[in-house]
């Protein structure tokens, strides 16, 4: 095709699209109309159902304007483009001619509304479109689309909005109608870029998209994709493609574009783990600039602690370290420490120095912390936070003249310094700062000794202050107007935390295996909080639970039985309904009664029965007896179905399907199943649970099928989030990996913007349950989660884990006043 010609049809099919919006418009107008109007036979309130009638004689009159007005603005888009009013309204960027002022409430609420508008619309359409700009970046040349090209949704959403403005309807009544436009613009530009792509495909243009080079695949699902070429299987579903979004994401959060891939094969990775590590490697360079001798290192990621370390939860604080030499190899005796071999050598500091930091630890101890077990810890705490700080400032010059050399005086500088920083963070309680404040000695000592805490942003020291952190960060909020259940929640938090201080303070020779060891228990400490402890999560956790073993069960039985009936002559509608429909059913009723309850066994029986009823039927003593089964058959389907909580019309919809393929079976030519086949499969069905595989980490699929649709899975107190967001990026993925179980968010969803708490991760990492502080829970898969950051409606309490902040303020001090280091 000569460049002539791919442009002439790239003009072409921009055409399409733009007719094919045209078009749309008269039904869209239409169905929103008709839901104006069912809304003023529903039941409401007498200013409910005033408000709606102003709301709907409004749109009887503007409506028509509206669709001219929307029709108007696309036809000059297509010709002229968007306006930079509209750039600043869809990309966050002001137009060159702009002048700095304050954003109006309302412009907020606009960009709010086109965005959600955007989100639906994408959620719709994200494979279309992302076929059709493969084939128009074919067409016209070019990387990518434009921002504010016409094909992209934001910029429609854009237009329709700010045509409703023009014609005098207001954000009420969008408000009033969002279901059905939210419900018609997803299907009008689904639509438009369906018909586009099969114009483009009839002019043969890329009849078969390839996306391989829009795909970021980690080394190990490269791997996966090798083997399952190499075992003749299909290749396992790889990462999204990554879509741009249709709108930006909200501050402190990753950009929607995503981080490169990195090179070798290496993982994406979030934006917030690179930022971590580029504070960690500015540090590196100041230090190395400012201070002789400092033992700089390379940024190094320890391994994370592993399982079978020696427990502390139940050593008494105040212990000798002996105590926890006899739990395990002593790092002073020279002996390996666990799961921590990759850790550099440590350095020798000076005794003195070594001498002043105990002396100043046992000082902070000896007094009295205003901490949850005193009378008054609200009213103490602060002023004990105070008096801890003064001390520390005091300790630090004490500890500067016993300091031996630059490197340990800057040490003991930045470490002042981050604490500092900690101390005053406000979002965390005073009465838990008041413990975070009684670590720095500790963190001081591991400092000296270990030159990678300055390098490493996963030294076990930081990550321990970072948990605890963040599961602190909502407690001023969860506390207010809270009953006396959640506090009592809350207070096990902080006693928790109490704990973990007091046994860092008690082993101050262990230094980095100390730390580790109580983020493990940390963090064991959290999974059975949230489960048990906490009043606001435990009942969504156990709902969680069982969804996921649900989910497995299903996918477990879905597995052994394609392997029993993959040389069975059974109907495929017989087949499809025991794979998606009834192995579901099997799993509900075993996690409800039990395996090996009789309800279970009826169950299975019934999927020997339907096998059975389904295949060829020669004989009319065969047909007569399927015909006798067949009722009480079709009743055990249906109760299994209503146990699974299949709606009415769906259990129709699948009994219709099954008697059209018993139907079939009465006339199939295929060979009957033998009696002696039927038994084998009847005890294979009985004994399903021990087939089944242990362990079905290996299943490529298996995370794709884990997050279905969960939306069957919504119960009082626990919503599921089933919609919402654009496809997301491998970084945003990546991101949504990382969070971590106490930390704080907010959420947008369902018309309400509140204070969630990440409550509970999945085995597989696939799902993830927030939880309000009155207690409901709301369910996210893993990509769906990931859609919502890249969205800006959910937002972390933290853009940065909290010892990175505090490092980062550290440096801005420093880049003033580099010679605070060596005073």
């Keep these: 095709m000569t460049a002539a010609r791919n442009q002439a049809l790239a003009t072409q099919a921009r055409r399409v699209y733009l007719e094919a919006l045209v078009r749309g418009m008269t039904p869209l107008v239409a169905a929103v109309g008709q839901g104006a109007s069912n809304l003023l036979v529903q039941g409401a309130p007498h200013a409910v159902m005033m408000a709606r009638r102003d709301a709907v004689q409004a749109w009887q009159k503007s409506g028509p304007n509206w669709q001219m007005a929307v029709v108007a603005a696309l036809r000059h888009a297509a010709v002229h483009g968007v306006s930079d009013n509209a750039r600043e309204h869809d990309t966050g960027t002001p137009a060159p001619t702009s002048k700095m002022s304050l954003v109006d409430d309302s412009t907020i609420e606009r960009e709010i509304t086109s965005s959600r508008l955007a989100l639906v619309m994408m959620d719709r359409a994200t494979w279309e479109f992302t076929d059709l700009r493969t084939r128009m970046q074919a067409l016209e040349g070019q990387d990518d689309l434009e921002p504010l090209d016409l094909l992209r949704a934001h910029v429609v959403a854009r237009l329709a909005l700010d045509a409703w403005n023009r014609v005098g309807l207001d954000a009420n009544i969008w408000q009033l109608l969002h279901h059905e436009l939210h419900e018609e613009f997803a299907q009008l530009i689904s639509e438009a870029y369906h018909e586009t792509n099969r114009w483009l495909i009839a002019q043969k243009v890329l009849p078969e998209v390839d996306l391989r080079p829009f795909i970021r695949r980690t080394a190990q699902t490269a791997r996966d994709i090798a083997a399952a070429a190499a075992a003749g299987a299909p290749a396992p579903a790889t990462p999204a493609v990554a879509a741009p979004a249709p709108v930006a994401p909200g501050p402190g959060l990753a950009p929607s574009s995503g981080a490169p891939p990195a090179g070798n094969g290496a993982p994406v990775r979030s934006k917030a783990s690179s930022q971590a590590d580029e504070v960690m490697a500015q540090l590196q ?116 003249q016993a300091a031996n050399n630059p490197a340990e005086r800057a040490t003991i500088e930045i470490v002042a310094m981050m604490f500092q920083s900690i101390l005053t963070e406000e979002r965390i309680p005073a009465t838990v700062r008041v413990w975070f404040a009684r670590l720095q000695m500790p963190v001081l000592r591991v400092a000296v000794s270990e030159p990678d805490f300055f390098a490493a942003a996963d030294h076990p020291a930081r990550r321990l202050i970072d948990r605890m952190g963040a599961c602190v960060m909502g407690f001023n909020t969860a506390q207010s107007g809270s009953p006396g259940s959640e506090r009592a929640s809350n207070d096990a938090l902080e006693r928790e935390i109490k704990r973990v201080v007091q046994v860092v303070e008690a082993y101050p020779d262990t230094g980095r295996r100390v730390f580790s060891t109580v983020l493990t228990e940390f963090e064991k400490f959290l999974d059975h909080y949230f489960e048990n402890e906490n009043q606001a999560s435990k009942r969504g956790v156990s709902l969680a639970q069982q969804v996921e073993q649900r989910e497995t069960l299903a996918i477990q039985y879905t597995i052994e039985l394609r392997k029993m009936l993959s040389e069975v002559p059974v109907q495929d509608g017989v087949r499809d309904f025991l794979f998606h429909v009834w192995a579901d059913v099997l799993a509900v009723t075993a996690v409800r009664a039990g395996a090996q309850a009789d309800v279970t066994k009826t169950m299975k029986r019934a999927a020997a029965d339907l096998i059975w009823s389904a295949s060829s039927k020669a004989s009319r003593e065969e047909r007569a007896e399927v015909i006798r089964r067949l009722p009480p058959l079709l009743k055990t389907l249906r109760d299994g179905m209503s146990h699974a909580g299949l709606p009415t019309d769906k259990q129709d919809e699948h009994v219709r399907q099954l008697n059209n393929a018993l139907a079939a079976a009465f006339t199939a030519k295929t060979a009957a199943i033998p009696r002696e086949r039927l038994d084998e499969l009847m005890d294979q069905l009985e004994t399903l649970e021990a087939m089944l595989p242990e362990d079905i980490e290996g299943d490529s699929h298996v995370d794709e099928m884990l997050v279905r649709d969960l939306s069957g899975h919504e119960s009082e107190g626990m919503e599921v989030v089933a919609e919402g967001g654009s496809a997301p990026t491998p970084a945003m993925v990546a991101w949504a990996r990382e969070l971590q179980v106490g930390g704080w968010f907010m959420l947008d969803y369902r018309g309400r913007n509140e204070q969630v708490q990440l409550a509970w991760r999945g085995l597989r990492k696939q799902l993830a349950l927030f939880v309000t502080p009155k207690g409901r829970g709301v369910l996210f898969s893993l990509n769906r989660m990931a859609a919502f950051l890249q969205a800006g409606l959910l937002l972390p309490a933290q853009d940065e884990a909290l010892t990175v902040q505090a490092t980062r303020k550290a440096l801005a001090k420093l880049d003033a006043d580099p010679d605070q280091l060596l005073k």
Excluded at 351 to 376: D, F, N, V
């Design 285 to 400: 360079r100041v230090l190395a600039r400012h201070v002789p001798g400092f033992p700089v290192t390379k940024s190094q990621v320890p391994a994370r602690p592993g399982a079978g370390r020696p427990s502390l939860a139940d050593v008494a604080p105040g212990a000798s370290s002996a105590a926890l030499a006899s739990a395990g190899p002593d790092s002073a005796s020279g002996a390996a420490r666990p799961a921590l071999a990759d850790a550099p050598p440590a350095v020798a500091a000076s005794p003195r120095l070594l001498g002043a930091i105990k002396h100043a630890q046992e000082s902070l101890q000896r007094r009295p912390t205003g901490g949850a077990e005193s009378s008054g810890a609200a009213a103490s705490a602060p002023r004990a936070l105070e008096e801890i700080g003064a001390r520390n400032q005091a300790f630090k010059q004490v500890l500067k």
